[in-house]
């Protein structure tokens, strides 16, 4: 039987992030600098922990 660790829970900066761009857009704020910068933060950490272009991160 193959041991798959399980994925970290997200710390909670990180549920702060998501919860912060969740309520932005479900209020329609998506055109402000709030919503960029959280949006942007969330996209880069997304990207540092699945990979790009397909890649799987190490």
Do not use: C, K, W
């Not at 932005?24 to 996209?43: C, K, M, P, R, W």
Request: aromatic share 6%; proline share 5%; no cysteine.
């Amino acid at each position: 039987m193959d041991h798959v660790p399980a994925a970290p829970l997200p710390s909670d900066a990180d549920s702060s992030l998501l919860e912060g761009l969740f309520q932005l857009a479900l209020n329609g704020q998506t055109q402000g600098s709030e919503f960029d910068l959280i949006d942007h933060e969330v996209y880069t950490r997304l990207l540092s922990a699945y990979g790009v272009d397909g890649r799987i991160a190490a």
